[in-house]
Structures are given as structure tokens and as C-alpha cells.
């Protein structure tokens, strides 16, 4: 039972660092630009509807049944995006 955790530990690890890295190649291509250095209405619209698209494809890619996972995914979205936004070094946990 240990080694399937450490299997969807992996899953998710794996899963999160591919969603960075594309995350930082759009942002390096100019695609976050324009509403990163727009009006903060504009920011923080992207960081919610960004926070929440992570949110659900890690925890759609990391099943769990513990009714905390959603947020505890939602915790971890919100630091990727926020990290894409403000042009941080965000690389791994």
C-alpha cells in the first residue's frame, strides 16, 4: 500500500514539475506579459482562473480520497501561479 502512495506521490510530482516547466516556456514566450504587468483586476483575474486550472488538473491527475486534497492541490496552484506571474524561480517543491 506504501509503494501505490509513492506512486501517486510520484504522479503528482512528475505531473506538477511538467506543468511548470510549461508554465515558465509560455512566460518566457511573452504570453503572460501583458496581463501580469496590466491592472490588478486584470492579474488577479488571471491568477485565479490559473490557480484553479492547476488546482483541477492536479487533482484530477492525483486521485485521493481525502476530502482535503482539493485544497491542499489549490495551495499548491496558487504558488505555481503566482510564481509564473511575478517571473520567480519556481522549479520544484
Do not use: W
Amino acid at each position: 500500500m506504501a509503494e501505490a502512495v509513492n506512486d501517486l506521490g510520484a504522479i503528482y510530482d512528475a505531473l506538477r514539475c511538467d506543468l511548470i516547466h510549461i508554465l515558465m516556456k509560455h512566460r518566457s514566450q511573452g504570453r503572460f506579459v501583458g496581463v501580469a504587468e496590466g491592472t490588478e483586476h486584470a492579474r488577479a483575474l488571471l491568477l485565479t482562473d490559473l490557480t484553479r486550472s492547476i488546482a483541477d488538473i492536479l487533482v484530477t491527475a492525483y486521485p485521493n480520497k481525502d476530502s482535503n486534497a482539493y485544497a491542499t492541490a489549490l495551495a499548491d496552484a496558487k504558488i505555481i501561479a503566482s510564481s509564473v506571474l511575478d517571473r520567480g524561480l519556481l522549479t520544484s517543491r
